[in-house]
């Protein structure tokens, strides 16, 4: 299906603002995050800005955090530099293992304890002989050392698609390669360079592992466990008189859902890498949050006749304490899972028809239809949680059957599945696409000029690129001024102690480990302008200690400072300078046109009664919107990092884009569960009804699509505002089955979320 010309944008949109005729008021429950699409691209970014570090100048825990930090990056440095250059007296192999250790430990930011961290880094340390070597070769020619870096900066800056670690590790890796690829051009020293990289990587290794141990924050399997206990005590309590929720347990699973938000995870146990165990975990929290919220929205407008009901939640309530036993490393929960189909079918029996063939009236009135289709999204909802747990926690070896299409990964190899998000990310409008073309792009410039020109210490050159380039022009300008401040500052104190101190290598020595706690304490928490002028400070003390030094080593940092802060200033302006701001509003956009596409066909084909299952990836409609989501979670996780005053986001409308993601889950999620067989057939003024309903959600995506375009006619309009009912007419269709109910219900939580999207930012 075209994208919304193929809809008739003119007619459903007008379609969307006139009364609806025959749509009764459902019983659908408040909206939650649909498990049904890769909802791992990166995650929600926690990352404070330039704001954030501001908040916590003061803040002992932040000093006490960075301090331990320090202990160990310190230590590390100072260890295997003094062993090569004074125990061994081999200065290449000394630079290297202090430059390792600094890069890995200081400018990489790997979130996780310290046994996991070092566990990441014995993963990296073959490719850091690999960069250190090819660096090395390629170092024979600017042009050669220019095209390297293009290739090996761009792989290396994509690789964050990978998750949090990868993307943590990535800046250290681009130091580690940029070191060799400058002159001189000295392959004999290969030996000593690898020595020196394998050492310095080895004692962070130590140092990380064995000092200052950090607690261990709770697993992500933990968290999501809480809240299936929590789910199953609320499905529990819908099924005993008064068949509702107290207060308490309304609060518990609002907390609960709040607690899985990615936002609310810390990056070292938030599932967010392509492989089969990290999209389970993802899709087990989605479908936890969706069920909590679907047990939330159930009305207590039931008797103790129906039994189907009650035992689908007793069912559920069984499902919920065995999956979290599953997830505590226990048993799959296969049994339950059994009883919980089981129970599901017969309630879908008592009311699904009438199918082709076959004559029936209904058996109940409107409002229990209503309710039977909430209970059956609450067992949808319950069943996948079970599936994707026991696939996060057992993997292949998962006992509970794995649906087809929902779980498209659940059997796939692990080169394939960072192949699929590697795919998925490759173009100009993925954020992880930008980023590495411009960082790639501004380092080999800086290459090339510190080639060309012979430009001294070329290499601190290139490491001012590395940490100046910000994602927006305006927060790269506001970083480059504080840096070249700080470097100011930190060039005078350098000119200063260096004629003072002369060629006493001594003092320098002894000066080293001491400056680098200083740095590493201080530097992290009161920002960019400090951290650059006091590591101006610590590059002249290793140098110093490496050739005979002069004050000159203080103007030679200083504009090479410059030099780099002006490469990626200028690629800053020519590359997405808006960074995130506009490829969120893109992504959003589009993701609600493909949205409105399946929702008019999913609407269509239940009133007709003739859909087939849809399994994920298999319909075009499906796999552009699937798609679209993941792009736009990974341009919603670095929109969440860029400081809103410096990005602009504080004059742009007001816009929840939480609810535009899970408006895009839940299309996915609710379309392939409505066309799953068996598919009853809808009377005339039913299949009228439900037709005409798609075409107003699906309008009403439409008209906030436009809205969020950037590139449309009013891209600074603000999104309309959107009824949260669809109908203003509470006649209902004389011969409406539950299938016609529980798909008004999946369109009145869609039609919720779009209000919340106009809402301005909230929780949810």
């Known amino acids: 299906m075209a994208a919304s010309k193929g809809l008739g944008v003119g007619r459903i949109a007008a379609r969307s603002l006139a009364p609806a005729a025959a749509v009764g008021p459902s019983g659908g429950a408040r909206p939650g995050a649909g498990p049904g699409a890769d909802a791992v691209a990166g995650g929600v970014g926690d990352a404070e800005g330039v704001g954030g570090v501001v908040a916590r100048w003061w803040d002992p825990a932040a000093y006490a955090v960075s301090a331990r930090r320090a202990v160990r990056v310190s230590l590390a440095a100072a260890s295997g530099f003094y062993v090569f250059r004074y125990g061994l007296d081999r200065p290449v192999a000394a630079t290297y293992a202090l430059f390792a250790a600094i890069a890995l430990g200081g400018l990489s930011r790997i979130p996780g304890t310290g046994r996991q961290r070092a566990a990441v880094l014995l993963r990296a340390l073959p490719l850091c002989w690999v960069l250190v070597v090819v660096g090395t070769y390629l170092s024979v020619r600017t042009w050669s050392a220019a095209v390297g870096m293009l290739v090996v900066g761009f792989a290396l800056a994509f690789s964050a698609v990978g998750g949090p670690r990868a993307a943590g590790t990535a800046p250290g890796l681009q130091l580690l390669y940029i070191l060799p690829s400058f002159p001189p051009y000295d392959p004999a020293s290969l030996g000593e360079r690898l020595v020196g990289t394998s050492t310095g990587v080895a004692l962070l290794v130590a140092t990380e592992a064995l000092l200052l141990a950090e607690p261990n924050p709770p697993g992500y399997e933990e968290r999501a466990a809480r809240a299936v206990r929590v ?300 951290a650059q002028g006091m590591f101006t400070v610590l590059v002249a003390l290793v140098f110093a200690q490496l050739a005979p030094p002069t004050w000159h080593l203080a103007e030679v940092r200083m504009l090479d400072v410059l030099v780099g802060s002006a490469i990626g200033a200028v690629f800053g302006l020519l590359a997405w300078p808006r960074g995130a701001h506009d490829e969120l509003r893109y992504a959003a956009a589009e993701l609600l046109r493909r949205a409105a596409e399946i929702v008019v066909a999913t609407s269509a084909s239940a009133a007709r009664g003739t859909a087939a299952a849809l399994p994920l990836g298999a319909p075009p409609g499906h796999r552009s919107l699937h798609r679209s989501v993941i792009l736009a979670e990974s341009a919603y996780a670095q929109y969440q990092s860029e400081p809103a005053r410096l990005g602009g986001r504080a004059t742009s409308p007001a816009v929840d884009w939480q609810a535009t993601l899970m408006a895009g889950h839940h299309t996915l999620w609710g379309s392939q569960r409505l066309l799953e067989p068996p598919h009853a057939v809808l009377g005339p003024a039913a299949a009228e009804a439900l037709t005409g309903v798609g075409e107003r959600v699906a309008g009403r995506m439409l008209l906030v699509s436009a809205a969020l375009d950037p590139g449309g006619d009013t891209p600074t309009a603000p999104v309309p505002s959107i009824e949260m009912t669809l109908a203003e007419s509470t006649t209902e269709p004389t011969d409406a089955p539950r299938l016609y109910y529980a798909t008004v219900s999946w369109l009145e939580s869609l039609t919720a979320d779009l209000a919340r999207i106009g809402a301005g930012p909230g929780e949810e």
């Open 231 to 530: 789910a199953a005590r609320c499905a529990r309590g819908l099924a005993a008189p008064p068949y509702t929720l107290t207060g308490e347990d309304r609060a518990a699973a609002q907390d609960a859902v709040q607690g899985l938000r990615p936002l609310h995870v810390p990056e070292a146990v938030r599932p967010a890498g392509p492989g089969r165990r990290e999209r389970a975990l993802a899709h087990t929290g989605l479908a936890t949050r969706t069920l909590l919220s679907r047990l939330a929205g159930l009305r207590p407008d039931r008797n103790a006749a129906d039994t189907e009901v009650t035992a689908v939640l007793r069912a559920v309530a069984e499902l919920g304490e065995a999956t979290a036993g599953c997830l505590g490393s226990g048993p799959s929960p296969l049994g339950p899972y059994q009883a919980l189909v089981g129970a599901r079918a017969r309630l879908s029996a008592v009311s699904a028809g009438p199918f082709p063939g076959t004559a029936w009236a209904p058996a109940f009135p409107a409002a229990v239809l209503r309710g039977h289709a909430a209970v059956l999204e609450v067992a949808d909802a319950a069943l996948a949680m079970g599936v994707a747990a026991d696939l996060a926690v057992h993997g292949r070896h998962a006992r509970v059957p794995v649906p087809p299409g929902r779980f498209w990964y659940a059997s796939m190899w692990a080169p394939l599945l960072w192949w699929h998000r590697l795919r998925g990310h490759a173009g100009r409008r993925s954020v992880f696409f930008q980023n590495a073309v411009r960082i790639a792009l501004a380092l080999t410039a800086a290459r090339l000029v510190a080639g060309v020109d012979t430009l001294p210490h070329g290499f601190w050159a290139m490491l001012a690129t590395l940490t100046l380039t910000r994602t927006t022009l305006d927060e790269t300008r506001h970083t480059v001024r504080l840096a070249l401040t700080g470097t100011l500052v930190g060039a005078l104190v350098t000119a200063g102690t260096l004629t003072l101190a002369g060629t006493d290598t001594r003092f320098y020595a002894v000066l080293l480990p001491l400056w680098m706690l200083i740095v590493f304490t201080v530097g992290p928490v009161r920002g960019v302008g400090w």
